[in-house]
């Protein structure tokens, strides 16, 4: 029986969907793969709990309860190659816990987007080509295996001509919706009302969170690009930028018609909009554009997520994942699939 010591970084929502899937799957694992997961470590921002033999799962399934006692620092001398970090923060800081850990011969698992978004060395230093002890399926497409298929795409030698997709269901939604004729910053009220946009819809609509994918997907292809590269364009004027929530939402008001206008235009086409990544061996560029309402971007539907691979072999027909890109439980499940797949080699 294999021991494989979990320590879990970002107990939120993702985080306790994940440590709820594994408590409840853990014997299934045991009896199927021979691998004995054990909770060692869990921590929010303010501290959390440790015990190298495994923490009691009272104190895990009540987590924070009131047991927070270090922080993860601290557990570094206890590292080695029987722990698995899991990272589901939506922190920049934890990219020096996750570096120390790899050296100390652990494995990585994360849906946590920023760590791989900084500096490039650091994006290499995770990502070792050669020794895959770093997994971040979920950074992209949520629970889709779009990460796994470009790296098999590169792996057997095929050439990547361009890489085109949706991964925002949030825009996803707004864009339908605008589509069956809702007014733009009515369409942004209802995706905010229905939990798609986070608590300051200027984290979706600025399209920044699309561009961290987009240079995840760049950077995992070899390139050595940062995010001020990527030509993003945003859905409302920088001046809305310093406004508080509510009065955002006022002043969406008068961004209606440039949105009518455009749709309107695209429609006598036969076009449609969509927030949509577009790279190819020279350029990344996010933003709106205008799509044939009959191609795979065209015919996408509310939140979920479509990512385009045409490459030599996949050319005049491309290969297609589509899907829910985001969402709690897919998440959460991609994580452990990555945890899985780590626990499996180690
Ligand atoms: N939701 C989705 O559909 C989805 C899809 C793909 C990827 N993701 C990514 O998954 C991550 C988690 O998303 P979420 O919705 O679960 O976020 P969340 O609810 O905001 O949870 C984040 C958690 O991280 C903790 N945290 C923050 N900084 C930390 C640090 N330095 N060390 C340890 N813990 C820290 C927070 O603790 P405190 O409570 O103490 O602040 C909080 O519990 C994000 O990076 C997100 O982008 C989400």
Do not use: W
Not at 85 to 97: C, K, L, N, P, Q
Not at 132 to 140: A, G, L, S
Not at 308 to 317: D, G
Request: glycine content about 8%; aromatic content about 8%; charged content about 25%.
């Amino acid at each position: 029986m294999k021991k494989v010591k979990i320590i879990h970084l970002g107990i939120g929502k993702v985080g306790k969907t994940l440590v709820d899937q594994i408590l409840k799957n853990k014997e299934v694992i045991r009896r199927t793969l021979g691998i004995y997961l054990i909770y060692s470590g869990l921590f929010n921002s303010k501290g959390g709990i440790f015990s190298d033999s495994g923490i009691d799962i009272r104190d895990v399934t009540k987590f924070p309860g009131n047991a927070v006692i270090v922080d993860y620092d601290k557990v570094i001398s206890f590292l080695d190659e029987n722990y698995i970090i899991v990272d589901t923060t939506a922190s920049s800081e934890t990219y020096g816990f996750l570096d120390l850990a790899l050296k100390k011969s652990c494995y990585v698992a994360v849906s946590n987007k920023k760590p791989l978004c900084g500096n490039f060395n650091h994006f290499k230093r995770l990502v070792q080509k050669s020794e895959r002890r770093f997994f971040y399926e979920t950074t992209v497409g949520a629970g889709l295996p779009v990460i796994r298929t470009l790296m098999d795409l590169i792996l057997t030698g095929d050439k990547i001509v361009q890489i085109q997709g949706c991964f925002s269901g949030t825009l996803g939604y707004i864009f339908s919706e605008i589509e069956r004729g809702i007014a733009f910053s009515e369409a942004v009220k209802k995706a905010y009302e229905l939990g798609y946009t986070e608590p300051d819809p200027r984290d979706d609509l600025s399209g920044l969170d699309v561009a961290r994918k987009a240079l995840i997907l760049v950077r995992t292809m070899g390139r050595k690009t940062h995010l001020d590269e990527i030509k993003l364009t945003s859905l409302y004027p920088k001046q809305m930028e310093k406004l508080s929530v509510n009065d955002f939402f006022e002043s969406l008001k008068n961004l209606d018609p440039v949105f009518q206008k455009r749709t309107v235009s695209a429609g006598k086409k036969g076009k449609t909009l969509r927030y949509v990544v577009t790279m190819d061996s020279e350029s990344c560029r996010v933003g709106i554009e205008e799509v044939e309402k009959s191609s795979n971007l065209g015919s996408l539907k509310g939140p979920d997520n479509l990512i385009v691979f045409k490459t030599e072999r996949y050319l005049a027909n491309p290969l297609i994942i589509k899907g829910p890109g985001a969402g709690i439980g897919v998440t959460a499940a991609g994580v452990f699939a990555d945890i899985l797949e780590a626990a499996k080699l180690m």
